[in-house]
């Protein structure tokens, strides 16, 4: 009717009005009441699902690696990371208390940045969730070979846990790994948290002894602890050191099947990162005391107490059981971050699909465990260590800056500007960090230290928003921003190669936004929104979807003709 029309035509008309910065970075509301995932997690479960992600896959895997490249300085480097992700962990905080949504990071990065830089925050979790659960999966498969054919008369070829390659490095045990653990999965949500906790306290008991350990056991060949700190390998190695708490932000994607999220995730985010801290640091000690420096398997630890069968006992049964609970959370937290995004229309809304008696997102859990098995199939650990700390880093920053961009976003205030000088200090971060770390005092470098402060100092003088909830993060915008910096500098440091790696797949992401999300998206003015169904409601459709219930759109196109004019008044 014409009446139908005149509505639609005005919400076209507000759409051209607003132009494309307006669209690239649109923001929406949150409703963190209308979630079709059950409440089943109380602040335990949470917070040990957050310690598999964060030290699981971090110590028993790049440990060793980081200690290869910071050599005697490798105790430091995991100090500085965690007092850094700190730092990153009093914004993350506030957005669990404000935004209960499942997509953590990607929802952060959509509510504060808008819906562009969401999505890539998105596009760029999925790489890094499910890289970090193959990972996991490469060593677990190390480890339990080596092991078994320590104990066992018949012994399995070594060639299915890996076999190195030029570029890359095959691993048939571990992408069996992934499969086992999704299929888990599939069986419910509930049953695989409570193995989860079991497996993640053996884990800390066995790093706790390991740790203890170390200072009572001494080597009589060279290890690294009998050289120098070198500040500058020092600074590389927290790029790679960083991977190890790449999970502690994790923590917030269960903020909708939280039993109580705004109490308990701010708290289990402040208790990951104190708990990761302390067991890699105290890995990494050990590793510096007893890793041989000719050592270059994956299976470190067993390494350095290859002379003592009782704590090689120990570390088979803890890596066991950390790095599976690491392959275990990150394969939780996956899912999460799909549904969020086909919630949004960003991707197909195949990955809203609930199965109503498990509340298991079955179509996401498959996709999921696919792609981490071909990743765990064919690439090797270093490689896709440098890709997700970059990948990690990155989003923490994204982080950091919406925290300034909402407390300074205010119907008087510019946005333009607010996004302008929040870029400007991304980029003059980055340079002043590779500035920093090679000495360099060349005046465009120089330049990029004074704009760093200045965009600082612009924020400091602007009136901010009130904020009305329980928990906000102290001392905006110093902390975010200085966190942001440091992350940026971090950033810097990580290999070329990974840089082009993740601008490639970043590339992709863009051009799957505007073939697919630009259009598809809630928030796009020109959307034709699926026919409804008999209950008319887009928010009844979005949680028929989510358990599997699609609208039939050809019969539902009968029904339309007879009811246009309410059903379209309603939607818009």
Not at 354 to 381: R, Y
Request: aromatic letters at 14%.
């Amino acid at each position: 009717t014409w009446e139908s029309k005149k509505v639609m035509d005005t919400k076209e008309n507000e759409g051209d009005k607003s132009g494309l910065f307006d669209r690239l970075f649109a923001k929406p509301k949150f409703d963190s009441n209308k979630s079709s995932l059950k409440k089943v997690f109380g602040p335990l479960q949470i917070i040990f699902l957050g310690i598999s992600c964060c030290v699981g896959s971090g110590a028993y895997s790049v440990v060793g690696l980081t200690t290869k490249i910071a050599e005697g300085g490798v105790g430091w480097c995991f100090v500085l990371v965690g007092f850094l992700c700190f730092f990153t962990a009093f914004p993350y905080a506030e957005y669990a208390a404000k935004i209960q949504s499942a997509g953590f990071s990607y929802s952060y990065a959509y509510a504060s940045c808008g819906e562009l830089i969401g999505f890539l925050v998105g596009h760029t979790l999925h790489i890094v969730q499910i890289s970090c659960a193959a990972i996991a999966a490469k060593v677990l498969s190390a480890f339990g070979v080596r092991l078994f054919n320590e104990v066992s008369a018949y012994q399995i070829p070594v060639w299915l846990a890996g076999v190195d390659y030029p570029f890359f490095q095959i691993s048939i045990i571990g992408a069996l790994i992934v499969v086992f653990f999704s299929i888990l999965m599939l069986c419910g949500v509930k049953e695989s948290a409570t193995v989860n906790n079991v497996i993640a306290i053996i884990n800390c008991i066995v790093l706790i002894t390991i740790t203890l350990a170390a200072f009572f056991l001494s080597a009589d060949y060279s290890t690294y602890q009998d050289k120098d700190i070198d500040p500058h390998k020092l600074l590389q190695g927290m790029g790679l050191a960083f991977f190890a708490y790449g999970g502690y932000e994790c923590t917030a994607c269960f903020t909708e099947e939280a039993i109580n999220p705004e109490r308990d995730i701010p708290f289990a985010i402040v208790v990951v990162v104190t708990v990761a801290t302390a067991l890699n640091t105290g890995v990494a000690n050990a590793a510096a005391h007893l890793l041989p420096i000719d050592y270059n398997g994956n299976d470190f630890l067993l390494e350095c107490f290859q002379r003592y069968p009782i704590m090689k006992f120990l570390i088979g049964l803890g890596s066991t059981a950390g790095l599976a609970a690491s392959v275990s959370a990150n394969l939780m937290c996956q899912p999460r971050v799909f549904y969020a995004m086909a919630s949004d229309r960003l991707l197909p809304k195949r990955f809203m699909k609930v199965n109503g008696k498990t509340s298991v997102l079955e179509f996401s859990v498959i996709i999921t465990m696919v792609i981490c098995a071909v990743l765990t199939l064919f690439f090797n650990v270093e490689f896709i260590g440098n890709l997700v700390s970059l990948g990690g880093l990155i989003i923490s920053t994204i982080v950091c800056i919406g925290i300034v961009i909402d407390r300074y976003n205010s119907p008087s205030s510019d946005s333009i500007f607010n996004h302008t000088v929040c870029g400007i200090f991304l980029v003059s971060s980055a340079a002043t960090g590779y500035g920093i770390l090679n000495a360099l005092l060349d005046w465009y470098f120089v330049l990029s230290y004074d704009v760093t402060i200045f965009c600082v100092v612009i924020f400091m003088f602007k009136p901010q928003i009130t904020i009305p909830i329980g928990y906000k993060c102290p001392c905006v915008p110093i902390i975010p921003m200085l966190g942001a910096f440091m992350m940026m500098t971090i950033s810097s440091t990580v290999s070329y190669t990974s840089w082009v790696g993740y601008l490639i797949y970043l590339g992709l992401g863009v051009i799957f936004y505007f073939l697919y999300g630009f259009s598809k998206s809630k928030l796009n003015p020109h959307r034709v929104p699926s026919i409804a169904s008999s209950k008319g409601s887009r928010d009844e459709i979005d949680a028929d979807m989510s358990q599997g219930h699609f609208p039939d759109e050809k019969s539902n196109s009968i029904d339309m003709k007879e009811s246009s004019k309410q059903h379209l008044t309603q939607i818009y």
